[in-house]
């Protein structure tokens, strides 16, 4: 069955420092990956997404992500952290019928 | 611009009450879905239809139906409310494609007393 991973329950990083949250994926078949954004109240906004081709995608706000076959991981990484950053960010994963299959997603607090 | 449309973004309803909770989306997406979010689960599907009239159950669809009478719209409804229905209710679309990814509306907090 189909299931996505957030290890990471709550992160918290300084202004400016690196971010890395972490996803793990189960899927039989190829995946399709996603990253969503949520601010607080808000609906789900998506930051990236990988179908196929280069494993490393570009997203909004300047985040990128690595799909690794080999780990069944699509990490989300921005190189420095703002303010603003300060969210739930989920990862999840599509089959080939339309269903999405969402993480528990992480907490990230940005310290000034 | 895109858009998802839930039509109360808060409401406080009573045990027993029947609840129906509105979702439009101006982008002609096939795929309609509502999913139920609470702290520490995530997102968890409760149904969706990938085409008018149509429906499946999602994995959590106990004590929850759902209509789409028009391709725009997707309702939810609680013929029943009880207190464990309290939660965020988010309603998303998408194209049917290979790559077709989710789009949100804002959330219907709903409160069951």
């Known amino acids: 069955a189909q299931s996505v991973t957030q290890p990471d329950i709550h992160i918290t990083v300084s202004e400016g420092a690196s971010l890395e949250l972490r996803c793990n994926y189960s899927?039989?078949?190829?995946?399709?990956l996603f990253w969503y954004v949520q601010s607080p109240g808000q609906g789900l906004q998506l930051l990236l997404k990988y179908f196929s081709g280069d494993t490393l995608v570009q997203g909004i706000k300047g985040f990128e992500a690595e799909f690794k076959r080999s780990q069944s991981s699509f990490n989300l990484r921005k190189p420095s952290v703002h303010w603003s950053d300060a969210a739930e960010y989920f990862c999840a994963v599509g089959d080939n019928f339309n269903k999405f299959y969402f993480g528990s997603g992480t907490k990230l607090n940005v310290k000034p | 611009d895109v858009k998802v449309t839930q039509s109360s973004r808060y409401l406080v309803k009573r045990t027993g009450e029947k609840v129906f909770l509105e979702c439009v989306q101006d982008m002609d997406h096939e795929n309609m879905f509502w999913y139920r979010q609470d702290p520490g689960l995530g997102l968890r599907l409760i149904y969706f239809s990938y085409d008018v009239k149509m429906k499946e159950k999602g994995d959590i669809p106990e004590g929850y139906s759902v209509s789409r009478e028009k391709k725009e719209r997707f309702s939810l409804i609680l013929e029943s409310a009880s207190t464990n229905q309290t939660s965020m209710y988010l309603c998303a679309s998408s194209a049917t494609s290979a790559t077709g990814e989710l789009f949100f509306g804002e959330g219907s907090r709903l409160t069951v007393l």
């Open positions: 899927y039989g078949a190829t995946p399709y």
